[in-house]
């Protein structure tokens, strides 16, 4: 089993939805990342992670407001898509 941590802040509210009979919210959330490179320069790498809550206890969906620090831990799940051209 794969699990994945993430800690970093909402970059909008998260909404919620109801899909096949059960709720779910999702969010996104940014980890930055700061480094000095070798030249002695600032260096920032920012990256997004999509999340999904799901379950019939929607209420925390209320608090995920954007900017929210939030801890997320959780397995991930990767999907892939064929784009028209292949």
Known sequence: MIKL???G???KDAT???VNGKGVI??????SEKWKDKSG??????TWVECSKWGDNL?????????TMVYVDGVPELRT???NDG
């Not at 320069?41 to 920012?46: A, F, I, P, V």
């Not at 209420?59 to 900017?67: R, T």
């Open 26 to 31: 999702n969010f996104t959330v940014a980890h």
């Open 5 to 7: 941590t993430v800690i």
């Open 41 to 46: 320069m600032q260096q920032e790498k920012t």
């Open 81 to 83: 898509f064929t784009r």
């Open 59 to 67: 209420s925390v969906a209320q608090y995920l407001k954007k900017g």
């Open 16 to 18: 919620t939805n109801e």
């Open 9 to 11: 802040h909402l970059g």
